[in-house]
Structure formats: C-alpha cells, structure tokens
C-alpha cells in the first residue's frame, strides 16, 4: 500500500552521527548504510515541503552514560566535538530542525522527546504523522517511536533507514516487534508515493 507525504507530516531521523557510524567510538555495524535512503527520504520530504527534524545527541564530557561514569557505553558524541557531527554524507536540508537531546550530565535521554521541545515544535507546526529512522533501531529510534506513540502522534518506523545495535543477538528484531505491538507501522521508501 502506498502512503502520501503531506503537510501533516514530519521526518525524524535518529543520531545518524559519526560515533554511531563505522569508525566511531560507538558504531552501529554497518551504520552508514542506510544514508542513502535516508537521502530519498529527505528529497521526498523536502520536495512536498514537509519538515525534516534531526536528533543528535549532545553530551556533556561527564555524561552517566559513560563506562568511565558508571553507564554502559564508550564515551562518544561529546558536543562539539568531530564524532558528535552529523555524517558528512547525510544531505541536511537548510532548514532542518536540529534537536540535541541528553544534555545534561545526570539525565540519559534515549528518546528525542526527552528533555526537548521536540514535541511542542510539532504541535505547533500541526504535524500528526511522523516517519522515523536512523541509529539505532534497538535504542534511540525504539525510543523516540514509542514515546511518539505515547504522545498520539500516527507514526511510521523507516525499517530501511534504520540499523541496530545487537548488543544480544536479536535486540533490534525485539524492538521492531515491540514498536509494531504499540501501534507503529513498517514502511519502506518504495510505499511512499
């Protein structure tokens, strides 16, 4: 089935930073494959004037998540700094919205609705459908899907423009399952009309 892209609709794409990419300090396998999709994504989003959102994460250089601060993760994506940047490969659209997430030292925020204005932006722009993808499926994308869901916003999981993690062996096939049992639907960029 076909889907339209239209002005209630909004792109969300997830933390496709140099960290998460191979060669980062914490890479998704194969993470930078799904760039080019990503890219149809943009064309087609920015063609029907619908607003291209991108989440990053932004941390502080004590952030909880560390290993060195008792998280579970290599340090990485630390503001400003190179593997905090967007992959150079990605095709940002000028006008994108760029939303920072996990900010503060003490707060890990897997979600882009977490400690962001992310929601309020949309409201206000009177979007109800979002098409999220990125890195990875199994964390930050599962995240941000499912408080979307939770926020009342229709959404549509980019199964082609999202790669996970797998700390354990089958992680990201979980999360897929557990987005779609919430209300979130698969699409990939050929449904899109």
């Known amino acids: 089935m076909k889907t339209k892209i239209d002005k209630g609709c909004a792109l969300i794409i997830v933390d496709v930073q140099r960290d ?9 396998p194969d993470g930078d494959k799904i760039i080019p999709v ?11 004037s619908a607003p291209v959102f991108l989440s990053r994460d932004w941390h502080p250089e004590n952030h909880k998540s560390f290993k060195e601060f008792g998280g579970q993760w290599p340090i990485h994506c630390v503001r400003n700094s190179k593997g905090s940047q967007f992959h150079p ?38 979007i109800n459908t979002l098409f999220i993808g990125g890195l990875a499926t199994d964390y930050c ?38 987005m779609i049992s919430r209300g979130a639907m698969e699409i990939e960029f050929s449904q899109i009309e």
Do not use: Q, W
Not at 94 to 106: L, R
Not at 159 to 172: I, R
């Open 38 to 48: 990503l890219n149809l994504y943009i064309e087609a989003f920015k063609r029907r």
């Open 141 to 178: 994308v599962k995240s941000t899907i499912l408080d979307a869901l939770k926020e009342g916003f229709k959404v549509y999981f980019m199964k082609d423009a999202s790669k996970g993690v797998d700390l354990h062996p089958g992680d990201s096939e979980r999360a897929v399952a557990e």
């Open 20 to 28: 998460f990419c191979p060669g980062g300090s914490l890479a998704v």
């Open 89 to 126: 490969d990605l095709k940002i659209p000028e006008d994108a919205i760029v939303i920072s997430k996990a900010t503060e030292p003490d707060r890990e925020a897997y979600s882009a609705f977490e400690g962001t204005d992310l929601k309020e932006i949309l409201k206000d722009k009177g």
